[in-house]
């Protein structure tokens, strides 16, 4: 098998690099987003595939886009924080650079990336939920990414848990997201600094600022790796909403591991402890049916890239058949 290209297309930065079989990159560049035009996006992305393929002898390039992507994997049906709606992104680009290309939901390349090789790569069944600003999620079973009829499914952050919750980006009120993900720990952390707490305003000094509105999530991370009561309290609460809706994801999927990746997953042993403890709380039938493994993920902000990359060497899934 040859060389293929990897595009990560996030909401302000373009990754791209070559990568061979074995999940390794070689050459990079990247590209700023234009995330407010289609055109100049896709210009974007087929400027910096041709960087690479100048010097490459590269047979398929794989773009992961956050977003929804139609089940031929070409057409980026809709993305919530780009201009893309029923963006035939696929042919545009494989047009420009005469090399097949295949589009994937960001989330699915990084799960695809972890399970070809990373943390789950000994693994036939494997679940990854990525936890950043919200939550994204990949499923693979028996080896095979699930993508639904519709090329939509495992849209992990938007599982209902709060009937009536905080109302979320997608327009639903209660999702996963809205409680399990870093969006919901600065919400709590600037809530409790606000309210005027004693331990809150500790655990501002200890961030080295005094406008709870400047609080984010890599400092709740950080003062809790110091001991911070207040933060380790507020990773504590996100890792319960963690492993409460991990516990339903086992449920329907029944996976063997469940990776944790994303900018939340850098607290690691202070997430994951309490998670594991709410998973293990609420996993029905608990005492009679083996439990996953928990694993964080390994190729930190590579893994789209690398899953992208690997997944445009693969035939197309057959359409679904309309009865």
């Known amino acids: 098998m040859g060389l293929s290209i990897g595009i990560d297309v996030g909401g302000t930065k373009i990754a791209a690099g070559i990568v ?12 700023d987003t234009p995330a407010d035009s289609v055109d ?6 087929i400027d910096a595939a041709a960087e690479l393929i100048k010097d490459h002898e590269v047979e398929a390039v794989g773009i992961g886009a956050a977003g929804f992507v139609s089940s031929d994997r ?18 545009r680009v494989g047009e420009a650079l005469k090399v097949p290309v295949v589009v994937e939901n960001d989330a699915n390349a990084a799960a695809w990336g972890e399970f070809a090789f990373g943390a789950a790569k000994d693994v036939e069944h494997m679940v990854c939920v990525t936890v950043g600003t919200g939550i994204g999620g990949g499923v693979v079973i028996d080896g095979e990414l699930l993508r ?3 090329g939509v499914a495992a849209e992990l952050g938007h599982m209902r848990v709060v009937p009536g919750g905080h109302r979320c980006g997608c ?20 809530a409790q600094a606000e309210s005027g ?6 655990m501002l000094s200890v961030c080295g600022i005094t406008d709870p509105a400047k609080l984010d999530g890599p400092m709740i991370t950080q003062a809790a790796a110091t001991g911070d ?13 963690l492993g409460e809706g991990l516990a339903s994801i086992a449920t ?4 063997k591991t469940i990776v944790i990746g994303g900018g939340v997953s850098a607290a690691k042993e202070l997430l994951l402890k309490s998670a594991q403890v709410a998973f293990e709380k609420n996993l029905p039938a608990k005492a009679n049916r083996p439990h996953p493994a928990f694993g964080l993920a390994e190729l930190g902000n590579d893994a789209g890239l690398i899953g992208a990359a690997d997944l445009a060497r693969k035939p197309a899934p057959a359409p679904e058949k309309h009865r």
Not at 75 to 91: K, Q, S
Request: glycine residues 10%.
């Open 20 to 31: 061979d079989e074995n999940g390794t990159i070689g050459a990079r560049t990247h590209r």
């Open 252 to 255: 329907l999927f029944d996976p």
């Open 148 to 150: 639904g009829a519709h």
């Open 197 to 202: 707490s004693l331990a809150a305003a500790q």
């Open 40 to 45: 100049a996006t896709a210009q974007a992305i």
């Open 74 to 91: 070409s057409t980026v049906l809709f993305a919530p924080n780009l201009a893309w709606r029923d963006e035939p992104l696929g042919a």
């Open 171 to 190: 327009g639903a009120r209660g999702c996963w997201e809205q409680y399990a993900s870093g969006r919901a720990l600065v919400r709590e952390g600037r």
């Open 229 to 241: 009561p207040c933060a380790v309290e507020l990773l504590d609460d996100l890792g319960r909403w």
